[in-house]
């Protein structure tokens, strides 16, 4: 293949190209980034969480009392807050009995380590009850435990450290009367000091680090479907997700589980932040998921309109809930919690995927227009839908055309070969029109693997992203984490369970894109030896320059069977000096394993390069 650079037409191109899509599906949040290893802390697990109404999915999930002489029940009359109504009343006639807690498929701790153990008590009946608080091995040896005593006036925060004295994936934690009486309990948490960063109420340490080698340079969350929710009474409301954890509102998660609200939207802000990523909050558009707000089935419906002023009020508090400063009442929430800087919001999305209907549009015209007017500042994503067949993706552009919305999300699941065919689809994007957020996309093969042949596919499309970053202003593969063995969703980028993060080659994929990012793209041509366009559909290449360090990279996805050799002219890019190192991802198309690997070599031999079948080559020209 020959391949032609010409840099003196480099243009610009999105410098927030490329982002992660977080959203609570697939255990992503409790059990999974957020570093609570109690489940249930709260007691609030509710019948209807869980997918097909288990029963068992009660104020005692996870919840156990092992032994005789205890009883343990759950009231609501006097609750910590309205927020968490239920918890547990622990009776004990005789002691010996303990309140057992398995964690999220069981308490991973490692010896020597600190976690911070904390939990809420109040004396209902009999002398304040001593407690023994105690991490215990699957073997019932005790791995750390400490000594409580019940408060008697009131809901009292009680907590200690624990430290285990042995590694173990299958620890419980136990609430030992030492004292008979009446005791109520309520978010009993256990939580490792090495987060994230170390926060306070923060994310697992290896799973947070994880997203942030992909380098994003934004952030969106909480979905995906879950920020809109199936009905009216299931739309995420931010404000629900902030303030101290006993506060916070939890409710059922659309994907058949239940929501803690303990990564809430400080905890996003404070992780994007974090990794030097912009966030992204996606909020409803005042309906839920199909506009399934009234009546069942067949009927749609909204936010009543006389309740939208209220809801459109949500969305402008908070741009102050981020911005504000800390003598406004939303700002001095979020200073309250311990960040008095603002959090820099510059993008809030309007509406996931969502039936464009009147209803949409009169609700979401009402929340962008309020939107301009209190906050020019903020740059609005609307939706446009998914773009499938029989979906309004078209009339969603008309609304946007309207009334010009900044940027516009779209989102398609296809399979590989429409990745390969539709490189240019953003080619004839009419420039003057709204910008595109590709906030969803994957490729999508028979039984949804992650493999090689899907990641090749999506790094080929990308090509097309990176050239049409004058119009595509961001993409966001979805989803993006998945726990083993409760999963509704394939494929994900991270899959993990509760001591091993396993990237797909996907992940890597978008890691190579993250991390060899530019903001010029240089226009090229690739002549191949074949003029049978199946075969030039599947090699695609990008060339970036990086205006801060002035690299060059050069991207080149061969989905052919057979090696490609190249002819690079590099002449006119003024590499002298430069060093080049070459990373390949390589392997069987249906190969799960792959994985880049990188080596320096001479800018000579980058002129020559190689490209095996099947594979995704990044040279990067940088300063020496
Ligand atoms: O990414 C998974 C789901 O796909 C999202 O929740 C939804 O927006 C889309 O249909």
Redesign the pocket.
């Known amino acids: 293949a020959t391949i032609k650079i010409a840099p003196e037409k480099a243009r610009p191109i999105s410098d927030m190209l490329l982002g992660a ?1 977080f ?1 609570d ?1 697939n255990y992503a949040a409790d059990g999974g980034l957020y570093a609570e290893l109690i489940q249930n802390r709260d007691f609030e697990y509710q019948p209807g969480d869980k997918e097909g109404r288990d029963k068992a999915w009660i104020s005692t999930h996870s919840w156990t009392v092992k032994g005789n002489g205890s009883e343990m029940a759950i009231d609501s009359v006097s609750p910590i807050h309205i927020n968490n109504r239920h918890y547990a009343v622990l009776t004990t006639q005789k002691t010996g009995a303990a309140l057992v807690n398995g964690g999220f498929d069981g308490i991973v701790v490692k010896k020597g380590q600190a976690y911070n153990l904390s939990l809420f008590t109040k004396q209902l009946s009999g002398a304040n009850t001593a407690m023994q608080v105690s991490l215990v091995d699957a073997d019932g040896s005790v791995l750390a435990d400490t000594k409580l005593d019940a408060a008697n006036t009131g809901w009292k925060k009680l907590s200690a450290v624990l430290t285990p004295n042995a590694n173990t994936e299958h620890a419980v934690l136990e609430i030992k009367p030492l004292t008979t009486g009446k005791v109520a309990l309520d978010v009993v948490s256990l939580f490792p000091q090495n987060t994230f960063n170390g926060r306070v109420n923060g994310l697992r340490a290896d799973l947070a680090q994880t997203i942030a080698d992909i380098h994003p340079r934004f952030i969106r969350f909480p ?5 809109h929710g199936d009905g009216l009474g299931n739309i995420y409301r931010w404000k629900n997700t902030i303030g101290p954890v006993e506060t916070r509102k939890p409710q059922r998660n659309l994907w058949g589980y239940h929501q803690s609200a303990g990564l809430g939207y400080f905890e996003y802000f404070q992780f994007c932040e974090d990794i030097g990523a912009a966030p992204v909050p996606v909020l409803a558009a005042g309906v839920p998921c199909q506009n399934s707000g009234t009546g069942g089935a067949g009927q749609q419906g909204g936010i009543p309109m006389a309740q939208m002023d209220e809801y459109v009020q949500d969305v402008l508090d908070l741009v102050e809930y981020a911005n504000g400063d800390v003598n406004t009442t939303w700002g001095k929430k979020r200073a309250e919690a311990g960040h008095p800087k603002p959090f820099n919001l510059k993008y809030v999305g309007i509406g ?2 969502d039936l464009i209907t009147d209803v949409f549009e009169e609700r979401f015209t009402m929340i962008y227009k309020a939107m301009r007017k209190a906050h020019p500042e903020i740059t609005v994503i609307g939706t446009v839908g ?1 773009f499938y067949e029989g979906t309004d993706y078209e009339q969603g552009w008309d609304i946007a055309d309207k009334l010009h919305v900044p940027i516009v999300d779209e ?1 398609y ?1 296809q399979p590989p070969g429409w990745f390969i065919y539709n490189q240019d689809f953003y080619d004839s994007y009419d420039r003057s029109k709204s910008k595109v957020y590709l ?2 996309y994957a490729a999508h093969l028979p039984g949804r693997p992650n493999n090689l042949e899907t990641a090749l596919s999506e790094a080929l499309y990308m090509t097309s992203l990176e050239r049409n970053g004058d119009v595509l202003s961001m993409a966001s593969y ?2 993006l984490l998945a726990k083993e063995g409760h999963t509704q ?1 394939n494929p994900d980028l991270i899959y993990f369970n509760n001591t091993e993060v396993k990237p797909t080659v996907g992940y890597f994929v978008q890691q190579l894109y993250g991390a060899n990012s530019g903001d010029r793209y240089l226009p090229n041509t690739l002549a191949l030896s074949s003029n049978i366009d199946a075969v030039k559909k599947r090699v695609a290449i990008s060339v970036v320059r990086d205006r801060k360090t002035n690299d060059v990279i050069v991207k080149m996805v061969n989905l052919l069977p057979v090696k490609i050799n190249t002819d690079l002219d590099l002449s006119g890019l003024n590499l002298a000096g430069k060093k080049v190192s070459k990373t390949i991802l390589q392997g069987d198309p249906t190969s799960k394993t792959a994985r880049p690997e990188t080596s320096e070599i001479s800018e000579q031999d980058a002129a020559k390069a190689t490209l095996p079948d099947y594979s995704f080559t990044v040279l990067r020209f940088a300063a020496k």
Do not use: I, R, S
């Not at 979905?223 to 920020?227: D, E, F, H, L, S």
């Open positions: 899509f959203e599906l979905g995906g479907c879950v920020a996931n995927e998914p989102h699941y906030g969803e979805a989803p969703w």
